[in-house]
């Protein structure tokens, strides 16, 4: 089912994992800041879980890696966090810009301002960070290095104060302000120089939606800076497309190797036969509006019809990092936007439940719908052609009642995709071991292997030894008849 130079593994981030140790704390970052804060504690908008209390990844990389080597896996990717390498504002160091209002069309960063920055950045980071990546090759397995998971330096954003001054008020307003599209190029181009001959694949950030959704329109979920503000959704999503497309060049200036992105994916569905329009706008919005920044260098006005086309912006992209969970179910509505998410499908799900239709939910309530891989790949597919990895596939499930299931029901999808000609290189289990899971702390266990947070001890749960087979067999064959999808 699966060829031999599949690629089945792991995904990690640098601020989920790395902390919970001895010299591992980054209190640079603006959700370092913001998950400690008393208001968003008192609040209950964050847990009150602190990511220093987490599994510790920073020191015990090699008990990690070589537990991926031992479940037969031969890929793994990893993040980097922005604020461990540039603990300190980058701003005063200059590079070549071309602009056009808002728009940053170009960054150049000759040696000379590349030799000022790779001073400037943190040297032990560094090293860690290629002890990291060393270990990781040393096992034989193919590396994708991730450069921006949700966080952001404090000299870059500082959510409590966007939050008390405004967006639009604020100097360190994270994407809202263009100016990060070039501090980005520089951050991007010193971890291209550091770390070029060990990766294999590149990715310049995870989920940008995610980042400006639920930090200013689903306000509620606990993702800073909790400002609701429909222009800085909209700006800071511009922005991140004009910071990838930024470092996309940046690091292809350095390096040959592929440069991706990873994007959450949703299918939508009908929620009967007059939603047809409404699921047309809703996979727009949610799943192409951005990607069409990058690809086509088309910026679409999303709710009309008009858009800018940036020639600067278009063919951005070596690969596509498919990030799926769950689905969509739509109707169409006269108001705007024009279709309304229904509750009880998707991600609208009550916690260790079974959706409206009677498929089992995960911890998080998101609903467990196998069939939206193989839908979201194809539709992807067919409209940019690029080769695929799936980066991110996992479960809440603390007992591991279910990730067994899910695990063999996608991964029979993904092998139908395959079968159909569709491009995906390989498939990235989220995760290796539990860990911080953003506004939700620690409460959801998302691992492979469970981890005792006291004794930072690792213990694989069932579903490891199911994945590990499945990659033993290349094929999902022996365990499908015992999955309920």
């Known amino acids: ?288 509006w951005f990607m069409d920044m990058i690809t086509f260098g088309k910026i679409g006005k999303i709710f009309e019809n008009s858009e800018e086309v940036r020639e600067d912006m278009g063919r951005k992209l070596d690969f596509i990092g498919v990030n799926y969970y769950t689905r969509m179910v739509v109707k169409s509505v006269d108001s705007f936007p024009g279709w309304q998410v229904l509750g009880g499908y998707g991600y609208g799900c009550a916690p260790s439940s079974k959706s409206l239709d009677g498929y089992l939910t995960s911890e998080f309530g998101w609903e467990v719908y196998p069939r939206g891989l193989y839908d979201i790949s194809k539709a992807i597919y067919d409209r940019y052609g690029l080769s695929m990895i799936v980066t991110e596939n996992g479960i809440a499930d603390s007992t591991d009642s279910i990730r067994s299931y899910f695990i063999v029901a996608h991964l029979k999808y993904l092998g139908k995709a395959l079968k159909d000609g569709i491009d995906v290189k390989g498939y990235l289990h989220w995760s290796l071991i539990d860990n911080y899971e953003w506004a939700q702390g620690f409460s959801k266990k998302f691992g492979l292997v469970y981890v005792d947070l006291k004794t930072k001890k690792r213990c694989l749960r069932p579903s490891a030894i199911v994945f590990s087979k499945i990659i033993e067999e290349r094929s999902v064959n022996k365990f499908e008849s015992s999955v309920p999808y």
């Open 1 to 288: 089912m699966f060829p031999k130079n599949f690629f089945f593994g792991v995904s990690l981030s640098g601020f989920q994992f790395e902390m919970g140790g001895k010299d591992a704390v980054d209190d640079k970052s603006d959700w370092f800041l913001w998950v400690r804060d008393p208001v968003n504690i008192s609040s209950g908008l964050v847990s009150g879980d602190l990511p220093e209390d987490g599994p510790d990844y920073w020191n015990r990389y090699k008990e990690d890696n070589e537990i991926i080597k031992d479940l037969n896996m031969n890929a793994v990717r990893i993040g980097i966090e922005w604020s461990r390498i540039f603990p300190t504002s980058t701003t005063d160091i200059d590079v070549d810009v071309k602009r056009n209002g808002d728009s940053i069309t170009e960054v150049t960063i000759d040696k000379v301002a590349l030799e000022k920055l790779r001073k400037r950045a943190n040297k032990d980071a560094i090293k860690r960070y290629r002890q990291i990546m060393e270990d990781i090759k040393s096992k034989g397995l193919h590396l994708i290095v991730n450069l921006n998971h949700f966080t952001l330096p404090i000299w870059l954003h500082n959510p409590l104060e966007v939050r008390r001054y405004g967006v639009e008020n604020s100097k360190k307003s994270g994407w809202f302000n263009s100016e990060a599209v070039v501090e980005f190029a520089k951050y991007a181009a010193v971890v291209a120089a550091e770390f070029g001959d060990l990766v294999d694949e590149w990715s310049t950030m995870n989920e940008p939606q995610v980042v400006s959704s639920l930090g200013y329109i689903q306000v509620k979920a606990g993702f800073p800076p909790a400002y609701p503000s429909f222009e800085a959704f909209v700006k800071t999503m511009v922005n991140q497309a004009q910071a990838h497309a930024r470092a996309y060049d940046v690091i292809k200036s350095i390096t040959s190797k592929p440069v991706g992105l990873i994007y959450s994916f949703s299918p939508v569905y009908p929620a009967d036969s007059e939603s047809a329009k409404a699921v047309e706008k809703a996979m727009y919005f949610q799943n192409y």
